[in-house]
């Protein structure tokens, strides 16, 4: 059945996205109880995000041989397992080691999920069920960070982290039951339905290489922001329960981005829509900065707007400008590099961080993410079709 498939895609992503942005809330307590430096800090989301990023490809190419069912339900086990573990390590190696092996199973979410969700809704309703599937994950952003951080304030973190591993486990039950039965495949006429690529090939390179380069950058700055958001608020005097909801708005403001942002797109332009949300992220940053902390929980909801709405318009423009025929291999390349330098980001900004101080990468992470300006020129051509291309 159709709605069986987006279903299952929509529990993994909702399950792996919340188990990423749950790693955010955890970090202050690992850097206080194991005594770790900034620089250390970022590395531990750097190697959750970048094997994640690096198993991806392979993820789907062993995909593509035994199926989506036993390898998606596989890598949610081993991503809950590690998820799980997390209140057991005693050490920074064994929690670094974990939090690999966690990015490892998570890396089976994306590319497989995607075919899952292709295979009973390709055609005219795909772009409704990615839609979907993409909100899903940013429903997890919200839910598994926010109830997370009530367990901390509970039962402490590690703790919260067992019973996050036992939900993932059980999610992985869910995915072998619903997939147990082979998925509906799109007909001839359905897969008709879906648009071919707008450009002339060399057109389409260079449009695509620009769309990508913005990529990295939204994708860095969101990974910078969010992994040291926490470090200044604590130096602001928040609390676990104040610190988890505001990450929740942030992320429920994400949600909302990306229902805004396509709307935005529609009316505006790709283009327009992308420096306006880039922009407002650089201020909204700028302003955190100076605001005492019941104003950063005031400013939590626009900024997640602006922070996650870009990457919705970026994913759709994706099937815009790769042939159909290439359009796994494009979603493919393009999650690859811009989960990688998210995965870099915090690694880099860690070190600013213990040379500089929090505010000052802030900044950077503010200035940064305006370099997305020039990056558009080359697209400019390239969104001439239709009121959203422009």
């Known amino acids: 059945m159709r709605w069986r498939g987006l279903a299952t895609a929509c529990l993994a992503h909702f399950t792996h996205d919340g188990y990423s942005d749950m790693l955010y809330l955890l970090l202050p307590f690992w850097q206080r109880e194991l005594a770790l430096s900034l620089t250390e ?34 890598g949610t086990v081993v991503a809950a397992l590690a998820v799980l573990a997390f209140g057991w390590a005693a050490s920074p190696f064994a929690l ?21 969700v292709a295979k009973a809704h390709d055609g005219a309703g795909l772009r409704a ?69 707008p450009l002339a ?33 604590t130096g602001k005097g928040v609390t676990a329960a104040t610190l988890g909801l505001m990450l929740s708005l942030t992320f429920a403001g994400g949600a909302l981005g990306k229902f805004a942002c396509g709307v935005l797109a529609a009316r505006l332009g790709v283009l327009r829509t992308v420096i306006a949300t880039e922009a407002a992220t650089a201020l909204g940053i700028v302003a955190l900065l100076a605001a005492p902390l019941n104003v950063c929980l005031a400013l939590a909801l626009p900024i997640g707007i602006a922070l996650n709405g870009t990457s ?6 994706v099937a815009e400008l790769a042939p159909r025929d290439r359009r796994a291999r494009a979603f493919g390349f393009f999650y690859t590099i811009t ?24 900044v950077l992470v503010a200035a940064v993410v305006l370099l997305v300006v020039p990056l558009t020129l080359p697209l400019r051509g390239a969104f001439i079709a239709g009121p959203a291309r422009s």
């Open 129 to 197: 069920a990615l839609s979907t599937y993409n909100f899903a994950g940013d429903l997890g952003k919200v839910a598994i960070p926010g109830v997370v951080a009530l367990l901390i304030a509970r039962f402490g973190w590690p703790t919260a982290t067992h019973l996050a591993g036992l939900f993932g486990l059980l999610v992985a039950a869910v995915i072998l039951t619903s997939l147990r039965r082979p998925l509906r495949k799109a007909t001839t006429g359905e897969a008709s339905a879906a648009p071919s690529a």
């Open 201 to 233: 090939e060399p057109a389409r390179r260079r449009a695509f290489a620009a769309l990508s380069s913005i990529g990295v950058v939204d994708s860095a700055t969101r990974t910078g922001y969010l992994t040291f958001l926490p470090f200044l608020l």
């Open 96 to 116: 670094f080691a974990l939090l690999a092996l966690s990015g490892m199973g998570a890396s089976v979410q994306h590319p497989l999920s995607s075919v899952v």
């Open 312 to 317: 919705s318009v970026l994913y759709g423009s």
């Open 41 to 74: 800090v970022g590395v531990m989301k750097t190697l959750y995000s970048g094997a994640m990023a690096l198993f991806q490809i392979p993820s789907g190419m062993a995909g593509e041989r035994l199926g989506e069912r036993w390898l998606l339900a596989g």
């Open 339 to 362: 989960i990688g330098s998210g995965a870099l980001a915090p690694t880099a900004y860690g070190a600013v961080s213990d040379a500089m101080g929090v505010p000052w990468t802030m």
